[in-house]
């Protein structure tokens, strides 16, 4: 299922003005903790210059921002109406613009962030590449995203996502659709090997990555080829 670019952005247009509630909601309160190691991960290397890639309502860039006030962190996004939010909760720098091809030049950040956005790309290699392209060489790639859970976890997970989820969101949201694209979404998404071969293609280097919550969530860390 390759994601359409526009059917995408419509749904989270619709959700935004509900979209942190359901991230709670849905993600039983765990995307707080995953947001939460990812900023940490970043933090260690103490940027100055960092992109959050289709960042939404703002969570990561925000925690960013208050975790390093020294950084200037840019939000990114396709949907008004979620930068919309960033930027009323105190995101300073907004940018409404199309992941795979973003309006930046080459190597200006010295870290990328990119959190549950990179299964939503039509093209996830050419996004990828756009990200490598505006690293700076050796800097940093933080990808924290959904992954298909290994057995013995898959069968709970796949209940969870498959026929729970959408259930309780068309009580709630009347979008159950857009949850059982989710599902689909997660159980397509490359396994982690098949995802570093991904970055590797892509201008990056080393990836090294660690799971969370029973193999659902992986946070991955990169660095940019010095020659790309």
């Keep these: 299922m390759v ?8 749904l989270f247009n619709d959700l935004a003005p509900s979209y942190d509630r359901y991230n709670r909601i849905f ?3 765990l995307d707080i903790l995953w947001r939460k190691r990812l900023v940490q991960a970043v933090t260690r290397h103490q940027p100055s ?12 860039a925000l925690a960013l921002q208050k975790a390093i006030p020294s950084a200037k962190v840019t939000g990114l996004d396709f949907s008004a109406p979620l930068l919309a939010q960033a930027k009323s909760r105190g995101l300073g720098d907004v940018v409404e613009g199309d992941a795979l091809a973003m309006p930046f030049p080459d190597s200006l950040f010295d870290t990328v962030t990119l959190a549950f956005g990179l299964r939503n790309f039509s093209d996830r290699i050419q996004g990828l590449r756009e990200i490598a392209r505006v690293l700076q ?5 933080a990808l924290l995203e959904f992954s298909p859970p290994p057995l013995p976890w898959k069968l709970f997970w796949n209940f969870y996502l498959f026929d729970l989820m959408p259930w309780v969101a068309q009580i709630l949201t009347r979008q159950g659709k857009a949850f059982r694209y989710l ?3 997660i159980s397509e998404f490359p396994s982690p ?3 570093s071969k991904e970055l590797l293609s892509a201008g990056f280097h080393d990836p090294s990555s660690q799971s969370m919550s029973l193999g659902l969530v ?4 990169c660095g940019k080829i010095s020659t790309h």
């Design 3 to 10: 994601p359409d670019p526009s059917s995408i952005q419509s």
């Design 27 to 29: 993600s039983l309160g």
């Design 49 to 60: 210059l960092v992109l959050d890639v289709a960042c939404g309502s703002g969570d990561v």
């Design 137 to 141: 060489p050796g800097g940093t790639f």
């Design 183 to 185: 599902a689909h979404s």
């Design 193 to 195: 090997a098949d995802l």
């Design 218 to 221: 992986r946070l991955t860390l």
